[in-house]
Protein backbone atom coordinates (compact mmCIF):
# COMPACT_ATOMS: atom_id res chain seq x y z
CA UNK A 1 0.00 0.00 0.00
CA UNK A 2 1.06 3.25 -0.61
CA UNK A 3 1.88 5.37 2.42
CA UNK A 4 0.41 8.42 3.57
CA UNK A 5 1.14 11.49 5.09
CA UNK A 6 -1.44 13.40 7.68
CA UNK A 7 -1.12 16.24 9.87
CA UNK A 8 -0.97 15.19 13.48
CA UNK A 9 -3.94 17.25 15.01
CA UNK A 10 -6.21 19.49 14.00
CA UNK A 11 -8.64 21.77 15.97
CA UNK A 12 -12.16 22.89 14.26
CA UNK A 13 -15.00 25.18 15.17
CA UNK A 14 -18.50 23.45 16.02
CA UNK A 15 -21.23 23.79 13.11
CA UNK A 16 -17.87 24.85 11.16
CA UNK A 17 -16.51 22.39 7.74
CA UNK A 18 -13.60 20.31 9.08
CA UNK A 19 -11.29 20.07 6.34
CA UNK A 20 -8.69 16.98 6.76
CA UNK A 21 -5.46 16.48 4.26
CA UNK A 22 -3.67 14.00 3.22
CA UNK A 23 -1.11 13.56 1.06
CA UNK A 24 -0.62 10.15 -0.73
CA UNK A 25 2.30 10.79 -3.75
CA UNK A 26 3.29 7.59 -5.08
CA UNK A 27 -0.69 6.21 -5.08
CA UNK A 28 -0.80 3.47 -7.88
CA UNK A 29 -3.37 3.53 -10.23
CA UNK A 30 -5.18 0.92 -8.63
CA UNK A 31 -5.37 2.51 -5.63
CA UNK A 32 -8.24 3.44 -3.77
CA UNK A 33 -7.92 6.38 -1.02
CA UNK A 34 -10.32 5.38 2.07
CA UNK A 35 -10.55 7.26 5.29
CA UNK A 36 -11.87 5.69 8.84
CA UNK A 37 -12.23 7.40 11.96
CA UNK A 38 -11.56 6.48 15.42
CA UNK A 39 -13.72 7.59 18.29
CA UNK A 40 -11.94 7.61 21.91
CA UNK A 41 -11.00 3.84 22.29
CA UNK A 42 -14.06 2.62 19.87
CA UNK A 43 -13.44 0.03 16.66
CA UNK A 44 -12.54 2.24 13.87
CA UNK A 45 -15.50 2.86 11.16
CA UNK A 46 -15.61 3.36 7.88
CA UNK A 47 -16.27 7.36 6.65
CA UNK A 48 -16.13 7.24 2.40
CA UNK A 49 -13.84 5.80 -0.13
CA UNK A 50 -13.14 6.98 -3.45
CA UNK A 51 -10.19 6.03 -6.86
CA UNK A 52 -10.25 9.61 -8.56
CA UNK A 53 -13.43 11.40 -8.67
CA UNK A 54 -15.05 12.93 -5.61
CA UNK A 55 -17.39 11.21 -3.49
CA UNK A 56 -19.65 12.59 -1.17
CA UNK A 57 -22.15 10.54 1.14
CA UNK A 58 -24.10 10.84 4.54
CA UNK A 59 -21.04 11.54 6.64
CA UNK A 60 -18.38 12.94 4.55
CA UNK A 61 -17.14 14.56 1.14
CA UNK A 62 -13.88 13.35 -0.31
CA UNK A 63 -12.03 15.66 -2.87
CA UNK A 64 -9.06 14.22 -4.70
CA UNK A 65 -6.60 16.22 -6.71
CA UNK A 66 -6.54 15.53 -10.29
CA UNK A 67 -3.06 13.67 -10.29
CA UNK A 68 -4.76 11.49 -7.26
CA UNK A 69 -1.58 12.61 -5.32
CA UNK A 70 -3.18 14.22 -2.50
CA UNK A 71 -7.26 14.07 -0.90
CA UNK A 72 -9.14 16.52 1.85
CA UNK A 73 -11.72 14.89 3.69
CA UNK A 74 -14.66 17.37 4.25
CA UNK A 75 -17.13 16.83 7.55
CA UNK A 76 -19.39 20.17 6.46
CA UNK A 77 -20.46 21.24 9.71
CA UNK A 78 -18.74 19.67 12.48
CA UNK A 79 -19.93 18.33 15.57
CA UNK A 80 -18.71 17.78 18.86
CA UNK A 81 -19.10 13.68 18.16
CA UNK A 82 -16.79 14.05 15.30
CA UNK A 83 -13.99 14.58 17.49
CA UNK A 84 -11.95 11.50 16.95
CA UNK A 85 -8.72 10.27 15.06
CA UNK A 86 -9.15 10.60 11.25
CA UNK A 87 -7.00 7.51 9.30
CA UNK A 88 -6.50 7.98 5.61
CA UNK A 89 -5.73 5.12 4.06
CA UNK A 90 -4.59 3.87 0.76
CA UNK A 91 -5.08 0.33 -0.89
CA UNK A 92 -6.59 -1.70 -3.61
CA UNK A 93 -10.08 -2.01 -2.76
CA UNK A 94 -10.58 -5.77 -3.00
CA UNK A 95 -7.00 -6.91 -1.68
CA UNK A 96 -5.56 -9.37 -2.26
CA UNK A 97 -3.09 -11.79 -0.24
CA UNK A 98 -0.58 -9.64 1.20
CA UNK A 99 -2.43 -6.32 1.22
CA UNK A 100 -4.26 -5.68 4.39
CA UNK A 101 -5.26 -2.50 6.13
CA UNK A 102 -2.96 -0.55 7.92
CA UNK A 103 -2.96 2.02 10.08
CA UNK A 104 -0.58 4.94 10.65
CA UNK A 105 -0.98 7.79 13.23
CA UNK A 106 -3.90 9.82 11.89
CA UNK A 107 -4.96 12.88 12.29
CA UNK A 108 -6.58 14.19 15.67
CA UNK A 109 -9.53 15.95 15.02
CA UNK A 110 -10.79 18.26 18.19
CA UNK A 111 -14.03 19.92 17.15
CA UNK A 112 -14.75 22.62 19.88
CA UNK A 113 -17.36 23.96 21.34
CA UNK B 1 -27.07 -6.88 17.64
CA UNK B 2 -23.66 -5.46 16.49
CA UNK B 3 -21.94 -6.66 13.04
CA UNK B 4 -19.02 -7.77 14.59
CA UNK B 5 -19.61 -9.24 18.37
CA UNK B 6 -16.23 -9.00 20.65
CA UNK B 7 -16.16 -10.40 24.55
CA UNK B 8 -15.08 -10.02 26.86
CA UNK B 9 -15.15 -6.06 26.31
CA UNK B 10 -12.94 -5.90 29.15
CA UNK B 11 -10.25 -8.78 30.96
CA UNK B 12 -7.99 -8.65 33.18
CA UNK B 13 -5.79 -11.57 34.00
CA UNK B 14 -2.46 -12.53 35.37
CA UNK B 15 1.44 -13.02 34.24
CA UNK B 16 1.43 -16.71 32.64
CA UNK B 17 -2.51 -16.96 31.89
CA UNK B 18 -3.88 -18.61 29.17
CA UNK B 19 -6.80 -16.14 27.58
CA UNK B 20 -8.57 -16.48 24.57
CA UNK B 21 -10.56 -13.38 22.94
CA UNK B 22 -13.73 -13.89 20.93
CA UNK B 23 -15.09 -13.15 18.02
CA UNK B 24 -18.30 -13.47 15.66
CA UNK B 25 -19.66 -11.86 12.86
CA UNK B 26 -22.81 -11.07 11.27
CA UNK B 27 -21.79 -9.80 8.18
CA UNK B 28 -21.00 -12.96 5.86
CA UNK B 29 -17.63 -12.01 5.37
CA UNK B 30 -14.59 -14.22 4.45
CA UNK B 31 -12.24 -12.74 6.09
CA UNK B 32 -11.57 -11.98 9.77
CA UNK B 33 -8.59 -9.74 11.44
CA UNK B 34 -7.18 -9.51 14.76
CA UNK B 35 -5.45 -5.91 15.63
CA UNK B 36 -3.72 -4.87 18.50
CA UNK B 37 -3.74 -1.03 19.61
CA UNK B 38 -1.51 0.45 22.33
CA UNK B 39 -2.62 3.77 24.08
CA UNK B 40 -1.53 6.61 21.54
CA UNK B 41 -0.39 4.21 18.75
CA UNK B 42 -2.29 3.26 15.59
CA UNK B 43 -3.64 -0.37 15.18
CA UNK B 44 -1.18 -3.15 14.36
CA UNK B 45 -2.01 -6.62 12.52
CA UNK B 46 -2.10 -9.82 14.77
CA UNK B 47 -3.36 -12.55 12.32
CA UNK B 48 -5.72 -12.87 9.66
CA UNK B 49 -8.17 -15.28 7.95
CA UNK B 50 -9.00 -14.80 4.01
CA UNK B 51 -11.04 -17.97 4.73
CA UNK B 52 -11.88 -20.85 7.29
CA UNK B 53 -8.85 -22.77 5.94
CA UNK B 54 -6.88 -19.65 5.75
CA UNK B 55 -4.94 -18.53 8.76
CA UNK B 56 -2.03 -15.66 8.45
CA UNK B 57 0.59 -14.35 10.48
CA UNK B 58 0.83 -10.35 10.42
CA UNK B 59 3.39 -8.09 11.52
CA UNK B 60 3.13 -9.25 15.21
CA UNK B 61 1.96 -12.25 15.72
CA UNK B 62 4.90 -13.77 18.45
CA UNK B 63 2.96 -14.62 21.57
CA UNK B 64 -0.61 -15.50 20.10
CA UNK B 65 -2.29 -17.87 18.52
CA UNK B 66 -5.85 -17.74 16.54
CA UNK B 67 -8.39 -20.48 15.49
CA UNK B 68 -10.78 -19.71 13.07
CA UNK B 69 -13.78 -22.24 13.73
CA UNK B 70 -16.52 -21.13 11.38
CA UNK B 71 -16.95 -18.18 8.90
CA UNK B 72 -18.44 -16.21 11.52
CA UNK B 73 -15.91 -17.09 14.28
CA UNK B 74 -12.43 -16.03 14.94
CA UNK B 75 -10.59 -16.19 18.33
CA UNK B 76 -7.34 -14.49 19.35
CA UNK B 77 -5.49 -16.69 22.33
CA UNK B 78 -2.65 -15.87 24.46
CA UNK B 79 -0.98 -18.64 25.22
CA UNK B 80 0.99 -16.96 28.50
CA UNK B 81 0.45 -13.73 28.98
CA UNK B 82 2.64 -11.20 29.89
CA UNK B 83 2.03 -7.56 31.13
CA UNK B 84 3.65 -6.09 27.44
CA UNK B 85 0.58 -7.33 26.18
CA UNK B 86 -1.75 -4.81 27.38
CA UNK B 87 -3.50 -3.25 24.71
CA UNK B 88 -6.80 -2.81 23.07
CA UNK B 89 -7.55 -5.73 20.82
CA UNK B 90 -10.26 -5.45 17.75
CA UNK B 91 -11.76 -7.87 15.33
CA UNK B 92 -12.51 -6.87 11.99
CA UNK B 93 -14.19 -8.22 9.07
CA UNK B 94 -14.41 -7.37 5.08
CA UNK B 95 -15.90 -9.00 2.07
CA UNK B 96 -13.92 -11.83 0.29
CA UNK B 97 -12.55 -11.84 -3.54
CA UNK B 98 -15.71 -13.73 -4.41
CA UNK B 99 -17.89 -11.69 -2.19
CA UNK B 100 -19.59 -8.03 -3.62
CA UNK B 101 -19.38 -5.03 -1.09
CA UNK B 102 -20.74 -2.05 -1.33
CA UNK B 103 -17.57 -0.75 -0.39
CA UNK B 104 -15.00 -3.07 0.51
CA UNK B 105 -14.04 -1.50 3.75
CA UNK B 106 -13.62 -3.52 6.81
CA UNK B 107 -15.79 -4.07 9.97
CA UNK B 108 -14.68 -3.72 13.58
CA UNK B 109 -16.10 -4.91 16.60
CA UNK B 110 -16.12 -2.58 19.83
CA UNK B 111 -13.05 -3.93 20.69
CA UNK B 112 -11.49 -5.90 24.28
CA UNK B 113 -9.93 -4.10 26.78
CA UNK B 114 -7.17 -6.70 27.95
CA UNK B 115 -4.75 -5.80 31.43
CA UNK B 116 -2.09 -8.39 32.50
CA UNK B 117 -0.83 -8.20 36.13
Known amino acids: DAKTTQPTSMDCAEGRAANLPCNHSTISGNEYVYWYRQIHSQGPQYIIHGLKNNETNEMASLIITEDRKSSTLILPHATLRDTAVYYCIVRVAKDNAGNMLTFGGGTRLMVKP | DADVTQTPRNRITKTGKRIMLECSQTKGHDRMYWYRQDPGLGLRLIYYSFDVKDINKGEISDGYSVSRQAQAKFSLSLESAIPNQTALYFC????????????????FGSGTRLTVV
Open chain 2, 92 to 107: ATSAGRGQVSANYGYT
